[in-house]
């Protein structure tokens, strides 16, 4: 139980997403991924507990770890990861005080949060034709998406507002 927050957040403020390939002067990172799944969590589920947004923070919390790994290759690598990446992800909600296995229901809320994520990555800064980002990601409704834009900050600024917005999570918890 060596998990610290400190040590996700700066760890997920370092780690790209898309494999660097994005436009910008900074990657766009997994822990700015993570505060933009959060927030579209909060649009998707707005009575939803502060546990259960603190679950959508921590979605990809493993990758401090592991790394990110797109979709091709996590499968290449085989059941291995999935199971590596759960035994992570539980270990991490035991330590934050959220149940190792996250109801189903939260957890496709979550998922559907990561898939509007990866279609305003993919349009803003990723540079997929809003066609084409349906097409992989489905188009989101228009008033989870109202307002959002990606932005692409130093490492220490995002690994600040994580830490941040983690401690207020748990504040809310208590």
Same mark, same amino acid.
């Given at each position: 139980?060596? @998990?610290? @927050?400190?040590? @996700?957040? /700066?760890?997920? =403020? +370092?780690?790209?997403?898309?494999? &660097?390939?994005?436009? &910008?002067d900074y990657?766009?990172?997994?822990?700015? /991924?993570?505060?933009?799944?959060?927030?579209?969590?909060g649009r998707i589920a707005p009575k939803a507990p502060a546990r259960w947004r603190l679950a959508a923070l921590l979605h990809d919390a493993p990758e401090y770890v592991i790394g990110d790994m797109i979709s091709p290759v996590k499968s290449a690598v085989g059941p291995g990861y999935g199971a590596l990446d759960d035994r992570l992800a539980a270990a991490v909600h035991l330590r934050f005080g959220l149940p190792a296995q996250i109801p189903v229901s939260v957890k496709k809320q979550i998922k559907r949060a990561d898939k509007i994520s990866a279609w305003l990555e993919a349009v803003q800064? =990723? &540079? +997929? =034709?809003?066609?084409?980002?349906?097409? +992989? +990601? &489905?188009?989101?409704?228009?008033?989870?998406?109202?307002?959002l834009s990606i932005r692409l900050r130093p490492p220490v600024a995002v690994r600040g507002d994580f830490t941040a917005r983690h401690n207020q999570l748990l504040e809310a918890m208590a």
């Open positions: 139980m060596d @998990i610290e @927050i400190e040590d @996700i957040a /700066h760890g997920l =403020a +370092f780690v790209a997403r898309w494999n &660097g390939q994005t436009m &910008g990657p766009y990172s997994v822990a700015e /991924h993570s505060l933009l799944v959060e927030q579209l969590f800064i =990723a &540079g +997929f =034709a809003e066609k084409e980002a349906s097409q +992989f +990601f &489905g188009r989101p409704a228009p008033e989870l998406i109202d307002g």
